[in-house]
């Protein structure tokens, strides 16, 4: 079966600081992989997603990047942390083996202070 | 491009009534239409999904979805609504071949006993 791994849980990070988020999945290959945000009553919103291994797809303008080094590892990144960047992130992967259903890690919580 | 929209941010019921979730999307391909659920400081986890075939759905726990065209709903039920029930519920639509998914600002379900 498959599994979605991601770290860290949670995260505390000081304004203007880099930041690493990472996701791997285990047990398919090729994967779809998907970074979301999800803030306060806001929903959630769609990041990046990425069908192949250095093939990013940036959604919304932001100050963070994501790279796909392998083809089951997703890293979500900033250079420099806003306040704004805080929220829940929720790594994803679909493909053809879950047909067309996208799958959620257990989140990350980041909070800027 | 799709879009969703889950009327009502909070809806509230009583321990063995009839739950009723809406979600109205639109979507200029064929959609597929999925129901997620979120308990506090968890990802979110699959309730049912629609893509082709019976329009009403089963999923997990003992709710039900039923995908009307006409309407462009697909709204999330479930018969006697157990304290375990309470969450946040997602609506999300995906269409075309990326499986990228659009979510609704989600409905916070509580139960009172």
């Known amino acids: 079966s498959q599994t979605i791994h991601q770290w860290p849980a949670t995260l505390v990070q000081p304004v203007g600081s880099p930041l690493s988020l990472e996701c791997t999945v285990e047990g398919t290959s090729n994967p779809n992989l998907y970074w979301y945000r999800q803030a306060a009553g806001r929903g959630l919103q769609l990041l990046f997603y990425s069908v192949g291994i250095g093939q990013i797809s940036s959604e919304v303008p932001q100050n963070l990047s994501a790279s796909r080094p392998q083809d089951r590892q997703f890293i979500l990144s900033s250079k420099k942390l806003l306040l704004s960047d805080s929220g829940f992130y929720l790594c994803?992967?679909?493909?053809?083996?879950?047909?067309?259903?996208?799958?959620f890690g257990e989140g990350s919580w980041l909070t800027v202070v | 491009a799709q879009s969703v929209t889950q009327l009502g941010s909070h809806v509230s019921v009583s321990e063995g009534a009839l739950v009723l979730l809406r979600c109205n999307y639109s979507?200029?391909?064929?959609?597929?239409l999925f129901w997620y659920v979120q308990y506090p400081n968890q990802g979110l986890q699959l309730l049912l999904k629609y893509t082709t075939g019976a329009t009403l759905v089963k999923g997990i726990n003992g709710f039900e979805a039923e995908f009307k065209k006409s309407e462009t709903s697909f709204h999330l039920t479930k018969p006697s609504a157990h304290m375990s029930d309470a969450a946040e519920y997602f609506c999300a639509v995906s269409g075309g071949s990326n499986y990228k998914l659009t979510f609704g600002k989600g409905t916070l379900l509580t139960v009172n006993p």
């Open positions: 994803a992967w679909s493909g053809t083996s879950s047909g067309n259903t996208i799958y």
């Open positions: 979507s200029s391909v064929p959609p597929y």
